[in-house]
């Protein structure tokens, strides 16, 4: 199951990239552990481009339960604008085996949509 959730903050891009990082590995009851970042090529600054974190099983997407247990990839890419403007997109990868339902689709949908408040009320 894929979803993709996209959305523009004001702030500077090192402390969305903090808050992102707060947010998926402390604040969710399910979280994310952290597998990759990759900077934007700027000399002697680093400001994060693309990070990708992962959790859950293989195992739990057999077995049915929560669609929080599930081994998820989650990348997020931070595009910088003009104006202090960083554009957020949070592209999910959800391993599921058979059709996912709608209530599931929700679940990884609202996450990402608490992201964009959490980082609304974070960045004000």
Same mark, same amino acid.
């Given at each position: 199951m894929k979803i993709s959730y996209s959305f523009t903050v004001s702030g500077d891009p090192?402390?969305?990239f903090d808050l992102i990082v707060e947010y998926y590995a402390l604040n969710l009851k399910f979280p994310y552990k952290i597998r990759k970042v990759t900077p934007y090529p700027v000399e002697n600054l680093v400001i994060p481009k693309e990070i990708i974190f992962e959790r859950g099983s293989r195992f739990a997407s057999f077995g049915g339960g929560s669609v929080e247990s599930f081994k998820t990839t989650l990348k997020v890419t !931070? +595009?910088? *604008?003009m104006g202090g403007q960083v554009t957020v997109s949070c592209d999910y990868d959800v391993k599921t085996f058979g059709?996912? !339902?709608? +209530?599931? $689709?929700?679940?990884? !949908?609202? $996450?990402? *949509?608490? !992201? $964009? *408040?959490?980082?609304r009320e974070n960045l004000s």
């Open positions: 090192e402390k969305v !931070l +595009s910088l *604008k059709t996912p !339902l709608r +209530s599931d $689709e929700l679940k990884i !949908l609202n $996450e990402a *949509k608490g !992201l $964009e *408040k959490f980082l």
